[in-house]
């Protein structure tokens, strides 16, 4: 039986790419080059090694339009890692940093 951890870490990144996720109804997949990782207060960052890689991160569809995420946009947010490469940003967490 594997545990579930609460988890949280705030990233910055460029969107290297955004698209509807074929797999998962009402949400966006996108693929994220990240720049840094911070933990969020006492929760475990499971990002932290992932620093300077690219990972793919789910967001709410809703999330995406209200932001008006694009490829190439430098952005900030907090996200959760659900299980082994399934992240998901937290709802309300993105701030666009190159605009």
Known sequence: MV??????????GKIKSIAPDESLTGFFRMILQIEKTSPVM???????ARANEEIIIKIKKTEAEKFKLKTGDTIKGIIKAASLNNYFFKPDS?????Q
């Open 94 to 98: 993105i701030v666009i940093l190159n």
């Open 3 to 12: 545990n579930i951890v609460e988890n949280w870490t705030e990233l910055s």
């Open 42 to 48: 006492n929760f475990p960052n499971l990002v932290k």
